[in-house]
């Protein structure tokens, strides 16, 4: 009888996936069905058969979730990585804590390049997502090693953000590995990320994966009405609207838009939910 054996995707190249089991990698293949993209992804729990010179691998086990950017499934944390250059894009950043709240993901904000700002600078920009856990660091003078050891430690985590904000230089702080990464300029002028392949790396009894930097993300499977439960900053202010129900756009006295009028929510990161809602609520009218 052939041995079945439990284990995590750690890495796909074309054909050949690398799965990882207590400790050890092995190299497989897959059959039929379970080959069409997309049904093995990085951070799959699958089953093998083990054997030689490639394992068969026999099933997947359900996910907890899947992120499409990147391609990964059953992640526990995402880090945000942003930085003064370039610019930070907070629709993007909202729309990940979205997602990643929508799919039961514990967003976190890592402020990268701290030596490149100011700290009131860094503050400024925190201070938009107080409810959201953040760590400030530096791939250059590793300030916030110790924080993300903490933060990965029992987590599948996976970077997100920006292209050039340093997800990989971070890892390679981190971890001492040598993966590529390159200036924003040579970046854009070759129209191409430094990372492209996606993979978990083993790190402080957690596992992270490193992946390429997007600029664009589709909220797919919110509905719109829903988009206010993953903004854990309303939900102090939302009890006293008039409405259960008060989406806080259009309905008359609303706590949240007066929590806006006064200052204790950032204008901006409200004007960018509304944004958001007319997104999910055009996107249904188009698919109806
Ligand atoms: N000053 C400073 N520069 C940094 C820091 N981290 C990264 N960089 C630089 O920022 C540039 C981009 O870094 P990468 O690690 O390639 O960025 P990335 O987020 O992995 O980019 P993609 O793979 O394209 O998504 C490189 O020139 C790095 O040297 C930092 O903490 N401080
Ligand atoms: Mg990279
Ligand atoms: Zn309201």
């Avoid at 503050?123 to 938009?128: D, F, G, N, R, T």
């Amino acid at each position: 009888m052939q041995e079945v054996k439990k284990g995590l995707v750690v890495k796909i190249i074309s054909d050949r996936y690398t799965v990882l089991i207590n400790g050890v990698e092995y190299l497989a293949k897959a059959r039929g069905k379970l080959r069409l993209s997309g049904n093995i992804v990085v951070g799959d729990i699958v089953d093998i058969q083990v054997e030689k010179p490639f394992s068969n691998i026999s099933k997947v086990h359900p996910r907890k979730n899947l992120l499409l950017r990147p391609f990964v499934a059953n992640i526990d944390m995402v880090i945000i990585v942003i930085a003064k250059e370039p610019a930070p894009d907070l629709l993007l950043v909202d729309k990940i804590i979205v997602d990643s709240r929508f799919k039961d993901i514990t967003p976190v904000i890592c402020y990268n390049k701290s030596d490149m700002a100011t700290s009131q600078e860094i503050a400024q920009l925190l201070e938009i997502y107080k409810e959201v856990d953040s760590i400030i660091t530096s791939a250059i003078t590793a300030e916030g090693a110790k924080a993300l050891k903490e933060k990965i430690a029992n987590n599948i985590v996976c970077f997100a953000g920006q292209s050039a904000t340093g997800k990989s230089s971070i890892l390679n702080m981190l971890l001492g590995l040598n993966l590529k990464t390159g200036e924003l300029s040579e970046k854009l002028r070759r129209g191409k990320h430094t990372t492209r392949h996606v993979e978990l790396f083993r790190a402080f009894d957690g596992m992270i994966v490193d992946t390429c930097g997007f600029s664009k993300l589709d909220l797919v499977g919110i509905h719109p009405e829903d988009l206010k439960n993953y903004y854990d900053d309303f939900f102090e202010f939302s009890n006293e609207c008039k409405y259960t129900s008060c989406l806080h756009i259009a309905e008359p006295d609303c706590a949240v838009k007066r929590a806006v009028e006064l200052g204790s929510i950032d204008k901006d990161r409200y004007l960018r939910y509304i944004n958001i809602y007319n997104e999910l609520s055009n996107a249904r009218t188009n698919h109806v």
